[in-house]
C-alpha cells in the first residue's frame, strides 16, 4: 500500500503531559513517527494542498490560535511547552481574550495536549498528508495511508485535545465531499473514541461514524463514545458507538468488528476513511485491550473485504517497539 507522510510530522515534540492526574513523559513522541516510518519505509511526500481543506473543517479562529499560541506562550514569559489550566465548562462562548492562558482554555477540551515550538507545522503536515493520500485513493488506488503525527479524531472543529490538534480523518472526509463523493464512511478504531470526528460530523446524514473503543465509563474520553450517542437532525442514526470493556480480546472485539462494517455496507458508502489507532495492542502503556499482531492483520482483511476505496489515516498507538510492525500487519490486510 502507497503511505505519505511530511518530515515536519517528526517536529512536535512535548516535554510532558498531565495524564491520569501525574506529569508523565509525553507518549505521542516523535519516536512513534520515526518507529513507522523504520518499518514501512520513507514512503512518498506529502503535497501541500493550503488551508482551504483545513478551514473546511476548522473555525478561523482556532487555527489562528494554533498558529500563533506558542508565540504568545513566550511572548508572555513562560518557558516550556503552551499548556492549559482553566475551561469554560459552562457558558463557553466566542469572546475576545489577548491573554494565552485564555486562549488555551477557550480552544481545548483537556491538559494532556500542549502546544510546543513546532506543534503547528506537524499538525499542518499531518493534514497534507491525508490529503495526498486521499487524492491517491481518488485517483484510482484501492486504498492508500496517510501516516499522520500528532493524530487527530480527538479534536474538533474549534478544540484541542487527546493528543489532537487538526483532525485529518475529517479534513479527508470533507476534501471528498467537495470532489464529489456523497457518501461516506468513517470507521474508527482506535482504543479510544474519536470524539472530535463524532462531534463534527454529528448532524451530517452522508457521512457514517462508527466507532470501537474502550467503554468510556471506564476510559478516555469519558464523556463520549456511549451507545445511545447516535447522531441528530439530519445526522440521526449516522453514528454507531461500539463501546467493548478493559481486557477486550479479538474474540470480543471481531463481533463488534463485523457489526461496524454491516453498518457500513448499509450506509452505502463510496469512500472508506479508517481512523487507525494501534493502541489496541495489548502492551500497550496507556490502554486495556488485548490484540495481538495477528489480529491486525485479520482486522485489514475484514475491512478490506468491503471491497471499498479506503484511506487509512493514523492515529494512536504508544507501543513504539512494536508500532511499526502492528501499523504493516494491518496494512498488510490489503494483501
Not at 84 to 110: E, H, N, Q, S, T
Not at 128 to 146: H, I, K, M, N, R
Not at 281 to 297: C, G, K, M, N, Q
Request: proline letters at 5%.
Amino acid at each position: 500500500m502507497r503511505h505519505f507522510s511530511d518530515p515536519a510530522q517528526a517536529r512536535h515534540a512535548p516535554a510532558r503531559e498531565l495524564h491520569n492526574g501525574d506529569w508523565t513523559a509525553f507518549a505521542e513522541s516523535p519516536a512513534r513517527f520515526a518507529a513507522m516510518l523504520d518499518t514501512l519505509g520513507p514512503g512518498e511526500p506529502a503535497r501541500d494542498f493550503g488551508l482551504d481543506p483545513i478551514l473546511a473543517v476548522h473555525d478561523p479562529a482556532y487555527v489562528a490560535f494554533l498558529r500563533e499560541a506558542h508565540r504568545l506562550w513566550r511572548a508572555a514569559g513562560r518557558e516550556g511547552d503552551a499548556m492549559g489550566y482553566v475551561f469554560p465548562v459552562v457558558g463557553r462562548r466566542a469572546l475576545d481574550l489577548d491573554r494565552i492562558d485564555a486562549k488555551i482554555g477557550a480552544f481545548a477540551m483537556d491538559a494532556s495536549t500542549p502546544i510546543a515550538e513546532h506543534t503547528w507545522e506537524a499538525a499542518y503536515g499531518g493534514a497534507q498528508s491525508a490529503l495526498t493520500a486521499l487524492d491517491a485513493v481518488l485517483g484510482g488506488e484501492t486504498a492508500a495511508f496517510a501516516l499522520c503525527r500528532p493524530p487527530g479524531h480527538h479534536c474538533g472543529a474549534d478544540y484541542m485535545g487527546g493528543y489532537c490538534y487538526l483532525n485529518n480523518a475529517a479534513i479527508a472526509a470533507r476534501a471528498a465531499q467537495a470532489r464529489g463523493v456523497s457518501r461516506i464512511a468513517i470507521l474508527d478504531v482506535d482504543y479510544h473514541h474519536g470524539n472530535g470526528t463524532q462531534d463534527i460530523f454529528y448532524g451530517d446524514g452522508e457521512v457514517l461514524f462508527a466507532s470501537i473503543h474502550a467503554d468510556p465509563k471506564t476510559d478516555y474520553p469519558f464523556y463520549w463514545g456511549h451507545a445511545d450517542e447516535r447522531g441528530a437532525g439530519a445526522g440521526e442514526g449516522a453514528t454507531l458507538n461500539l463501546p467493548l470493556p478493559q481486557g477486550t480480546d479479538w474474540s470480543t472485539y471481531a463481533p463488534a468488528l463485523d457489526t461496524a462494517l454491516e453498518a457500513v455496507r448499509g450506509h452505502g458508502a463510496d469512500l472508506l476513511i479508517v481512523s487507525y489507532g494501534a493502541d489496541t495492542f495489548a502492551r500497550d502503556p496507556i490502554s486495556h485491550f488485548s490484540l495481538v499482531r495477528e489480529d491486525y492483520t485479520a482486522m485489514g482483511q475484514r475491512i478490506a473485504g468491503l471491497g471499498l476505496p479506503t484511506l487509512v489515516v493514523m492515529e494512536g498507538g504508544y507501543a513504539v517497539d512494536a508500532l511499526g510492525a502492528n501499523v504493516a500487519a494491518f496494512l498488510g490486510g490489503w494483501g
